[in-house]
């Protein structure tokens, strides 16, 4: 009786009651929705699943997930399903193509971009009816195989739940494994003998399961046949690949943009950037194969989209407007730096439509950007927000961090006064919007941060509720991240293996901040241990992984950090400080 008073005291709740929710879309539907590759089913020796571990909806809005589906379906004697979580809790796990249940599959590739997917994939492993230790599942279980870059940063969280990890760019890599599986076909091998064949055979290869880990995380192979360390992989001849969107679609983030990759990694040298460190050197596609990449990104939509860590780097950026100017689109870009924008640069944006700049100071005082190797001043930044103005753009987005080592409130304050200097000078020339995303810093494995410790989460508020009352007084929208799940992302960023028993045990309670704390406490882990300084002494957990960056050079760099000292951006094939190339 109660409810119905409810209902009746409130006609608004009694017609939300009787409005049903809208159908989650068929496989038939998203098919439909694609304009461009396309996968067709046929017969063939070794049909494989690739499995983004979040809704369609987010991993078709990831590029690298798009490539690797078009590079494992192009291979002649391979096909390739596509699979992502469910919308709802009883659908059952199918692939999108052909329907078939995950099971059926010899071959799962799964693509971690997020550290805070990992607990999905042990979900999408139970709902797929398959053990979640590795150690469990039979020989004749699908072969899980993870890549994707922060597990190629570190895969020691995951470690004991997939058999196979990529160490590197997946493109580079993954028609290697599928040859030698081909060859393994029909073989009486055991599911261990499998992996002692493929791992010494394919650089970049990490099989957990032959490797041992002791109580403080660091890693060794079991015997000598293996590979120690793992070489880290990386894309050669950018051009041989394609580097635009396999699809499009509205059903993503991109809403029927054609998305290209115009930078590969960032030479800049920021501190605290996985993407610079992982990808080096940044590699740049030739101004003739990107301008092949946009006339078939035109055949299929009008909106053309760039991609990269830096894309006002790209060498080739003017020749491209130029190209743009005669053959106009709707444009977008990501994030560009400051020191690169002039009215020329903001007058291509305005050609393809662009209404806002966005911008990534990432700290508020020039100390704390220095600190970090981010070397833009204010008045860049101010001259900046100036060209967007006199070129007609009406929004600036900013994007910065908190909880950075050594910050103080002073930094914070810095950032106050840094997005009034901005406001000052675009609003009063038409700018009408400031948006600042604020997140929490997470260190990542392979950058001269690793060994920094993570902020609280009672500071990351405090600093978040101070933002808030300044921003709003200067009239400015501010966009935090959960600085709580900000936590849990740093933990499995430098997690060992005892960090992924841990998570296990988090997903079976639930999977809340609470469940979390309560599996950390239970496995023994600290905040010593999960966000606490590391010795740079000390190996890591992820210390058997290597990009050819030399541990002495990120030790040099965690130096120059406390000392404010700036490094050289990238010379590619001329210097020899951080020893990839």
């Not at 063939?44 to 690739?50: D, E, K, N, Q, T």
């Not at 979040?54 to 399903?81: A, K, P, T």
């Not at 709902?127 to 279980?141: E, I, V, Y």
């Amino acid at each position: 009786m109660a409810s119905q008073k409810t209902s009746r005291a409130n006609p608004k709740t009694q017609f939300r009651a009787q409005v049903k929710a809208p159908p989650a879309p068929t496989s038939a539907s998203r098919l439909a929705a694609e304009r461009g590759y396309q996968s067709l089913p046929r017969r063939v020796a070794l049909p494989v699943l690739i499995v983004f571990p979040n809704s369609y909806h987010v991993g078709m809005s990831n590029l690298g997930f798009q490539y690797m589906w078009r590079e494992i379906d192009s291979h002649v004697d391979c096909s390739c399903d596509r699979g992502f979580l469910p919308d709802t809790d009883t659908e059952p796990l199918r692939s999108l193509e052909t329907g078939r249940a995950w099971k059926e599959f010899p071959l799962i590739c799964m693509s971690a971009v997020y550290e805070l997917d990992y607990g999905n994939i042990l979900r999408l492993l139970d709902r797929a009816g398959m053990p979640r230790l590795a150690a469990d599942r039979a020989d004749n279980a699908p072969l899980i195989l993870l890549g994707g870059p922060a597990i190629s940063a570190n895969p020691e969280p995951m470690a004991e739940f997939v058999d196979l990890i990529v160490i590197g760019e997946g493109e580079a890599i993954i028609h290697e494994v599928m040859d030698v599986l081909l060859g393994q076909r029909g073989s009486p091998l055991s599911k261990h003998e499998r992996l002692k064949d493929l791992v010494p055979k394919i650089p970049g290869l990490y099989a957990p399961s032959l490797y041992a880990a002791d109580e403080n995380g660091s890693v060794t192979p079991n015997d000598s046949t293996v590979p120690f360390p793992i070489p880290y992989r990386r894309v050669d001849g950018y051009d041989r690949f394609d580097f635009g969107s396999a699809v499009i679609t509205p059903n993503t983030e991109f809403n029927d943009v054609y998305l290209i990759e115009l930078t590969r990694g960032c030479g800049q040298g920021c501190r605290f950037c996985l993407a610079g460190y992982l990808y080096r050197p940044v590699r740049y596609p030739s101004l003739q194969r990107v301008i092949e990449t946009v006339e078939v990104g035109r055949g299929l939509t009008p909106k053309i989209g760039l991609m990269g860590a830096a894309v006002s780097d790209y060498p080739h950026l003017y020749e491209l407007a130029d190209y743009f100017a005669e053959n106009p689109v709707d444009l977008s870009v990501s994030s560009v730096r400051a020191d690169n924008i002039d009215h020329r640069f903001v007058r291509m944006l305005k050609n393809g439509g662009i209404r806002s700049l966005t911008l990534a100071p990432e700290a508020g005082s020039l100390q704390l950007r220095k600190m970090l190797n981010k070397n833009i001043s204010d008045e860049e930044l101010v001259n900046a927000v100036e060209c967007a103005a006199d070129g007609g753009l009406e929004q600036i987005k900013l994007y910065s961090m908190i909880g950075v080592p050594s910050e103080t409130m002073d930094d914070i304050e810095g950032l106050v006064e840094l997005v009034g200097k901005l406001v000052k000078a675009g609003r009063p020339k038409g700018i009408k919007h400031f948006n600042v995303g604020v997140s929490s810093w997470t260190p990542k494995a392979l950058t001269p941060l690793q060994w920094a410790p993570q902020d609280t989460p009672k500071n990351l508020e405090l600093k978040i509720r101070y933002l808030e009352k300044a921003m709003a007084r200067l009239g400015a929208k501010l966009r935090p991240d959960s600085w709580s799940w900000a936590q849990i992302s740093g933990a499995l960023a430098r997690g060992d293996r005892a960090v992924g028993r841990a998570m296990s045990t988090a997903v079976d309670l639930g999977g809340t901040l609470g469940s979390w704390k309560r599996a950390f406490a239970e496995h023994g882990l600290d905040w010593e241990r999960l966000w606490g300084p590391r010795n740079p002494e000390i190996p890591t957990p992820w210390a058997h992984v290597t990009n050819q960056v030399e541990v002495s050079f990120l030790q040099r760099e965690y130096k120059a950090f406390n000392q404010a000292r700036s490094t050289p951006i990238c010379n590619v094939g001329i210097c020899r400080m951080c020893g990839v190339c």
